[in-house]
């Protein structure tokens, strides 16, 4: 039995591509292919891509949110005269969210500008493994102290910027130490389940929960405080009139 032959008069099979980049390649080298209906479908291309990107990026900030903690202000500044102001430092703060963020395939970057004024102007940028990414840029004047230096002063101001920006794009609560979640304005039981029959029959989605949890200043539904507890009943009864 001899082999088969290929019909010279037939053209060899070539296998269909695969991916609409992989037609593009292939049109690219088609000297019959108009180069500006190429141009236009590698811009679709870019866009789909684009749009992809986006949408991966706000579901895994959802679930990032959602898990989100507020953070204890575990520092304080001496305000001289004024007395002094508790806040929440940013190794404090790093150290508890990077777990999170790069759980759900996201980093921060931090990025300055010059300015003809003295401070500092900086942009955190929130990168995703997908290839979307946020920004939100600070400007923050120099913060003088006892014995600092001018460049002292601006790298204490980069240091207010670097942490405002993480609390600001995370959207992050800083509670003080005795007020940390644990006390006792905490729901009661009814309260708890009502707010709970509530958000079950409005089926959320993990990202309208997300946006939910953040209006009513809570890590966790269980973690809503009783004083806020109107405002999210008005809320909630808001979304089911919609519904």
Same mark, same amino acid.
């Given at each position: 039995?001899?082999?088969?032959?290929?019909?010279?008069?037939?053209?060899?099979?070539?296998?269909?591509?695969?991916?609409?980049?992989?037609?593009?390649?292939?049109?690219?080298?088609?000297? /019959?292919? &108009?180069?500006? $209906?190429?141009?236009?479908?590698? =811009?679709?291309?870019?866009? #789909?891509?684009?749009?992809?990107?986006? *949408?991966?990026?706000?579901?895994?900030?959802?679930?990032?949110?959602?898990?989100?903690?507020?953070? /204890?202000? &575990?520092?304080? $500044?001496?305000?001289?005269?004024? =007395?002094?102001?508790?806040? #929440?430092?940013?190794?404090?703060?790093? *150290?508890?969210?990077?777990?999170?963020?790069?759980?759900?395939?996201?980093?921060?970057?931090?990025?300055?500008?010059?300015?003809? $004024?003295?401070?500092?102007?900086?942009?955190?940028?929130?990168?995703?493994?997908?290839?979307?990414?946020?920004?939100?840029?600070?400007?923050?004047?120099?913060?003088?102290?006892?014995?600092?230096?001018?460049?002292?002063?601006?790298?204490?101001?980069?240091?207010?910027?670097?942490?405002?920006?993480?609390?600001?794009?995370?959207?992050?609560?800083?509670?003080?130490?005795?007020?940390?979640?644990?006390?006792?304005?905490?729901?009661?039981?009814?309260?708890?389940?009502?707010?709970?029959?509530?958000?079950?029959?409005?089926?959320?989605?993990?990202?309208?929960?997300?946006?939910?949890?953040?209006?009513?200043?809570?890590?966790?539904?269980?973690?809503?405080?009783?004083?806020?507890?109107?405002?999210?009943?008005?809320?909630?009864?808001?979304?089911?009139?919609?519904?």
């Amino acid at each position: 039995m001899t082999p088969a032959t290929q019909n010279p008069n037939v053209p060899a099979r070539v296998d269909q591509p695969t991916t609409a980049l992989d037609l593009i390649r292939e049109l690219a080298v088609d000297p /019959r292919v &108009d180069v500006e $209906k190429l141009a236009a479908l590698m =811009g679709l291309q870019e866009r #789909a891509e684009a749009r992809d990107a986006e *949408r991966e990026f706000n579901i895994d900030l959802a679930a990032a949110m959602a898990e989100m903690p507020t953070i /204890r202000k &575990d520092g304080v $500044k001496d305000m001289g005269n004024k =007395g002094s102001i508790p806040y #929440a430092t940013y190794e404090h703060l790093d *150290r508890v969210i990077r777990p999170i963020e790069k759980r759900h395939g996201f980093c921060r970057i931090f990025t300055t500008a010059p300015l003809e $004024k003295p401070g500092s102007l900086m942009t955190c940028k929130l990168l995703h493994k997908g290839g979307h990414s946020i920004s939100s840029t600070r400007y923050h004047p120099p913060d003088p102290g006892p014995g600092r230096s001018g460049i002292q002063e601006i790298g204490s101001a980069d240091s207010y910027a670097r942490r405002y920006l993480t609390l600001a794009i995370w959207n992050i609560i800083t509670v003080g130490a005795d007020d940390d979640g644990n006390g006792t304005d905490l729901l009661s039981d009814a309260q708890l389940s009502n707010i709970t029959d509530m958000v079950n029959s409005l089926e959320l989605t993990q990202q309208r929960l997300a946006l939910f949890l953040n209006f009513a200043n809570a890590p966790a539904i269980d973690r809503i405080k009783a004083r806020d507890y109107d405002r999210v009943m008005a809320e909630l009864r808001r979304a089911k009139g919609k519904v």
